[in-house]
Every structure is written in structure tokens, then in C-alpha cells.
């Protein structure tokens, strides 16, 4: 009697041993299968641009390791805000993801009423890219490098149209560039960096500062002129193309675009290292090395901790030269 209640009792706690296994290998489950459906990455400008771009190039890698697709979404507007807002109204359950140009993310609480806050409101996952601007004109500009473009803007003051997005990088960077040289010249008002580009390669717009991914194509092309590079020294995919910094007067200027990944807040810490250690991955194949840096881009991979020290650090540098200059989106 006594060695059958014995066998009893174990014979109970085998079964609750395996139920409980079984209940935690289910609640573990669905970390563990992530991805288990398509992954959507928003972009806050038109098909075409960098961010697209990237995210399309970066998604096939990531669709080949995981067998899901990771689905670009161009939803431009108000320098990517509208995106991003769209973002902090995600589930943090790893299927939205914004890859976008980080140095607009850190300027737009400066420039707009936002509905949310980028620090408390997101969750950093990786910078993907460095890439410095190319400043081209159209062709019948009658110009060579930046002295003479100053030149010329100083004898046609208000004259020489500029297409940005307000409040961007790119914005904010010619402006600071108009400053230093004392030219003058108008911003014309666009959505999204492709159509800045056709501005003036139909010669509505005289220049522009861009990203490489976006120009380069068109400067062997013959439909844009390059004259100058942003980054502080010459890039060695570029290495006749001189600096801005090397014009009398401009010594020091600098300026770039980095392109990043961010998420809703509170997603898991899990989810958002497995984001940062793939990308990581991808950037650094040889393939798409050689890709990005005959595009002029530098992978780069912060850490997301590394990203949001920067982030926080960016976003109080661009409110005090919002605020020196008085800049208002009207």
C-alpha cells in the first residue's frame, strides 16, 4: 500500500513538473518565434530616397535570414513627422520599425508641436549609415566651385533658389553654409529629398545640398554638376572633389546625413538586440559594404544605447541653433 502511494505521488508531480515546462515553453513561444509575419519599416519621405533605398537593401538581407519580407512604407510629410507619429502608435511588439534621416528626428522638437517626445517616445535600435552631401547645381549654372557659387549668389542676392524641407538637416545645413559665406539666397519649400532633386535638374532650382544615394546617379548622369563635398575631409570615393571646408572662409564646416532605426517605446530589449546585432551583419557584408561605400555612405552601427546618447546630445545642438537663428515652420 505504502509503495503504491509512493508511486502515486511521483507519478503526480511528473505530470505537474511537465504541465508547468509546458505552460512557460508556451509563454516563451512567441518571443522565440519572432519574426512570424511581415515586418513593416515606415519612412518618413517618397519612394526613392535614401531611407527607401536603404530599408529596401537591408530588408532582402534581413528577408533571407528570417523568410519574412520587411516591407518598406513611405508615408512623407511634416520633415518625417507624420511617420513618426504613426510609429509611437505601434504596438512594441516588433512588426513597425521607422528607418529615417536622424539629424531631422533631432531637429522637429525644435521646429514643430509635436504630439510626442523622441526620447520618451521611441526606442533607438541602430544607426545603419553615415553619408556626407553633395552639393550640385544644374548644369547651366554658371559655376565651378563654392567660391564662385558664393560669388554669384552675392551678386543676385535672393536670386539663387535652394530646394529643402524645412526644418531638415539639409535646411538647417545650407543655412548655416549662407551664413558663414554672408550670400543670400531663397528656400524653396519641398516634400521629400527626390523632389528637391528634380527641382533642379529641371532647373526650377539653381542647387542643393543631398545625399550621395540620391544625387550621385545623376552626377554621372551629366544632369547634375558636383562641386563640393559636406564631410570635414575629402571621401575617398570622391577624392577630386573638393570640401566646402576647403573654400577661404569655410574652414571647419562640416555637416552629413545619418540614417537610423528607431521603434515604439518599450519594445523589448531582446527584440531591439537582435535588430542591432543583424543590421550590424548586413552592413558589414562584403556585398553591401562595397554597395554603400561606392554610394558614399559609411556603415555605421551604434549600439542602441551609443545611439540614444547621441540622439539626446544631437537634439539639444540643433535646438540652440534653431533658436539662434530664429527659425519658425511657419
Not at 511521483?10 to 512570424?36: D, E
Not at 551629366?222 to 570615393?237: D, H, M, N, W
Not at 532605426?261 to 557584408?285: G, Q, T
Amino acid at each position: 500500500m505504502k509503495t503504491a502511494a509512493r508511486e502515486y505521488r511521483a507519478h503526480v508531480a511528473a505530470v505537474t513538473t511537465a504541465l508547468c515546462c509546458c505552460g512557460l515553453a508556451q509563454a516563451q513561444a512567441p518571443a522565440q518565434a519572432w519574426p512570424a509575419k511581415p515586418i513593416r519599416v515606415l519612412v518618413g519621405a517618397p519612394a526613392g530616397g535614401t531611407s527607401d533605398i536603404l530599408t529596401r537593401m537591408i530588408g532582402a538581407k534581413l528577408n533571407e535570414t528570417w523568410g519574412q519580407p520587411v516591407i518598406s512604407d513611405p508615408r512623407p510629410g511634416a520633415n518625417g513627422n507624420i511617420a513618426v507619429e504613426m510609429l509611437v502608435r505601434s504596438a512594441p511588439d516588433g512588426y513597425s520599425f521607422m528607418l529615417m534621416d536622424l539629424g531631422n528626428l533631432s531637429i522637429s522638437p525644435s521646429m514643430y508641436k509635436l504630439s510626442f517626445d523622441i526620447i520618451r517616445d521611441l526606442t533607438p535600435v541602430t544607426t545603419v549609415t553615415f553619408s556626407p552631401y553633395l552639393l550640385t547645381t544644374h548644369p547651366n549654372v554658371p559655376v565651378k566651385t563654392v567660391a564662385d557659387l558664393i560669388a554669384l549668389a552675392k551678386k543676385n542676392p535672393g536670386k539663387l533658389n535652394v530646394p529643402v524641407g524645412l526644418g531638415s538637416t539639409i535646411h538647417l545645413s545650407t543655412l548655416a553654409l549662407e551664413k558663414r559665406a554672408g550670400a543670400k539666397w531663397t528656400y524653396v519649400p519641398t516634400k521629400g529629398g527626390q523632389n528637391s532633386v528634380l527641382s533642379v535638374m529641371t532647373g526650377d532650382s539653381d542647387f542643393l545640398f543631398m545625399g550621395v544615394i540620391q544625387t550621385w546617379v545623376h552626377v554621372k548622369s551629366g544632369k547634375l554638376k558636383l562641386i563640393a563635398v559636406s564631410s570635414e575631409q575629402r571621401e575617398p570615393t570622391f577624392p577630386n572633389v573638393p570640401t566646402v571646408a576647403e573654400t577661404p572662409g569655410l574652414e571647419g564646416y562640416s555637416a552629413g546625413s545619418w540614417q537610423g532605426i528607431i521603434a515604439p517605446a518599450k519594445l523589448s530589449a531582446d527584440i531591439v538586440n537582435k535588430i542591432h546585432n543583424e543590421v550590424k551583419r548586413i552592413i558589414a557584408l562584403p556585398d553591401i559594404a562595397e554597395k554603400l561605400t561606392s554610394l558614399g555612405s559609411r556603415p555605421q552601427a551604434k549600439t542602441p544605447k551609443e545611439m540614444g546618447t547621441w540622439l539626446a546630445s544631437e537634439k539639444e545642438r540643433w535646438a540652440r541653433i534653431v533658436k539662434d537663428n530664429n527659425l519658425k515652420v511657419e
